[in-house]
């Protein structure tokens, strides 16, 4: 087997099909065979390249990782405001001109999260070199976890946002005339979901199908599975539900619902805009923990029901406009609904990579001074940061 290397014309072929594959469909679909196809080479030349098709998605993964660390090497500037904009625009137009790859990079970084902990480690060391100072998770997520989803958000699926003002956010911050008492925010009582036992036909099946999609990947749970989990015949699915595909699809509406709810439900009048948001995110890491199942199957959604998965956010979106605390700390975000739409996702990327630290990496989190942090960067912003 060559070395990983080799620049033949028959490796990049065998790289540039799988790339191609896998960002159209989900991994576990994808055969040697299909990708030798694509690439219009024999199944003998794969495996002289690669051992099998995790190696290559592995080499794919590895990929990416190293051209994203070259690419913020680079980041220079004569000061913090220059620093932070170079540092957005090659992030942007990374994403942009490598959607494919970005696209396989996103579900490998479930599947095989020491690459998403590699990609973690750069981009803390390249903001490391921008402040000179040691990155705690906070400030990763404020800079990263916004800037990551409002990047993949506007090249991947067109979302109405400004790369230009998310530079503006993370200099300046977001809430700046709100103060914080975290104490109060994280002390008030949570009402957990209530346990019920499903009784009807319909409930068991989709309790059955939460867990095994949740478990499992989407291609390795079949009806049968479904049914057998629920103790029910097969025919009883049918009775309720048309397809797999359409019941998963159910799975993922379900799933965003009950996050949505028990957030909105355990949030508070006493409490001021800031407050609500570091609530909100409490909220949510308090949920991934009492049902992992529900952030699986939404993940999964992302690569086998496309447009549920993008239904599922842009309902959160909806969320955030809805809510009687306004956004609005200047008349940007009043004149401007673009700006308004990008501080909309610029926080939900917070959540969302912070969960993926809180569900995947087993090192403890100091959760109480995380959000400490998160909140004074989110008032403040990186041109105040203590």
């Given at each position: 087997?060559?070395?990983?290397?080799?620049?033949?014309?028959?490796?990049?072929?065998?790289?540039?099909?799988?790339?191609?594959?896998?960002?159209?469909?989900?991994?576990?679909?994808?055969?040697?065979?299909?990708?030798?196809?694509?690439?219009?080479?024999?199944?003998?030349?794969?495996?002289?390249?690669?051992?099998?098709?995790?190696?290559?998605?592995?080499?794919?993964?590895?990929?990416?990782?190293?051209?994203?660390?070259?690419?913020?090497?680079?980041?220079?500037?004569?000061?913090?405001?220059?620093?932070?904009?170079?540092?957005?625009?090659?992030?942007?137009?990374?994403?942009s001109s490598n959607k494919e790859?970005?696209?396989?990079?996103?579900?490998?970084?479930?599947?095989?999260?020491?690459?998403?902990?590699?990609?973690?480690?750069?981009?803390?060391?390249?903001?490391?070199?921008?402040?000179?100072?040691?990155?705690?998770?906070?400030?990763?997520?404020?800079?990263?976890?916004?800037?990551?989803?409002?990047?993949?958000?506007?090249?991947?699926?067109?979302?109405?946002?400004?790369?230009?003002?998310?530079?503006?956010?993370?200099?300046?911050?977001?809430?700046?005339?709100?103060?914080?008492d975290l104490n109060k925010v994280?002390?008030?009582?949570?009402?957990?979901?209530?346990?019920?036992?499903?009784?009807?036909?319909?409930?068991?099946?989709?309790?059955?199908?939460?867990?095994?999609?949740?478990?499992?990947?989407?291609?390795?749970?079949?009806?049968?599975?479904?049914?057998?989990?629920?103790?029910?015949?097969?025919?009883?699915?049918?009775?309720?539900?048309?397809?797999?595909?359409?019941?998963?699809?159910?799975?993922?509406?379900?799933?965003?619902?009950?996050?949505?709810?028990?957030?909105?439900?355990?949030?508070?009048?006493?409490?001021?805009?800031?407050?609500?948001?570091?609530?909100?995110?409490?909220?949510?890491?308090?949920?991934?923990?009492?049902?992992?199942?529900?952030?699986?199957?939404?993940?999964?959604?992302?690569?086998?029901?496309?447009?549920?998965?993008?239904?599922?956010?842009?309902?959160?979106?909806?969320?955030?406009?809805?809510q009687n605390n306004s956004f609005?700390?200047?008349?940007?975000?009043?004149?401007?609904?673009?700006?308004?739409?990008?501080?909309?996702?610029?926080?939900?990327?917070?959540?969302?990579?912070?969960?993926?630290?809180?569900?995947?990496?087993?090192?403890?989190?100091?959760?109480?001074?995380?959000?400490?942090?998160?909140?004074?960067?989110?008032?403040?912003?990186?041109?105040?940061?203590?």
């Amino acid at each position: 087997m060559k070395k990983k290397n080799d620049e033949s014309d028959s490796f990049k072929k065998i790289i540039d099909s799988a790339i191609k594959l896998f960002s159209k469909n989900w991994y576990s679909s994808i055969s040697i065979a299909a990708i030798c196809r694509k690439a219009k080479i024999s199944n003998g030349l794969f495996y002289h390249y690669f051992q099998n098709k995790e190696e290559l998605i592995k080499h794919i993964l590895e990929k990416t990782v190293n051209e994203i660390e070259q690419l913020l090497q680079k980041i220079n500037g004569n000061d913090l405001k220059e620093k932070i904009g170079n540092l957005i625009n090659s992030l942007y137009n990374y994403t942009s001109s490598n959607k494919e790859l970005i696209i396989v990079f996103r579900e490998g970084q479930y599947r095989y999260f020491e690459f998403e902990r590699k990609l973690f480690q750069i981009y803390n060391q390249a903001l490391k070199r921008i402040l000179n100072k040691d990155i705690p998770l906070s400030l990763y997520l404020f800079v990263f976890g916004g800037l990551r989803w409002i990047c993949i958000r506007k090249a991947l699926y067109g979302s109405n946002v400004s790369i230009e003002y998310a530079k503006h956010i993370i200099l300046e911050g977001i809430f700046n005339n709100f103060e914080y008492d975290l104490n109060k925010v994280l002390s008030l009582p949570i009402k957990m979901p209530e346990l019920k036992y499903p009784i009807q036909s319909k409930d068991r099946l989709i309790e059955a199908g939460k867990t095994l999609f949740g478990q499992k990947e989407y291609y390795e749970v079949n009806i049968q599975n479904i049914t057998e989990k629920a103790n029910l015949a097969i025919g009883s699915f049918y009775k309720h539900f048309k397809s797999k595909e359409s019941f998963f699809e159910l799975l993922v509406e379900i799933s965003g619902k009950q996050i949505r709810h028990f957030i909105n439900e355990n949030l508070s009048d006493e409490l001021n805009r800031l407050e609500i948001e570091i609530r909100g995110i409490f909220l949510f890491l308090n949920y991934l923990k009492y049902d992992r199942n529900c952030y699986n199957i939404v993940r999964e959604a992302e690569f086998v029901s496309v447009q549920k998965a993008k239904e599922y956010y842009e309902s959160f979106v909806k969320g955030y406009k809805k809510q009687n605390n306004s956004f609005i700390y200047n008349r940007n975000l009043d004149e401007n609904p673009v700006y308004l739409e990008t501080v909309i996702e610029f926080l939900l990327g917070i959540s969302h990579y912070f969960g993926i630290e809180y569900i995947f990496d087993n090192s403890d989190i100091d959760l109480y001074q995380t959000l400490d942090e998160l909140a004074y960067l989110l008032k403040n912003g990186l041109k105040n940061e203590k």
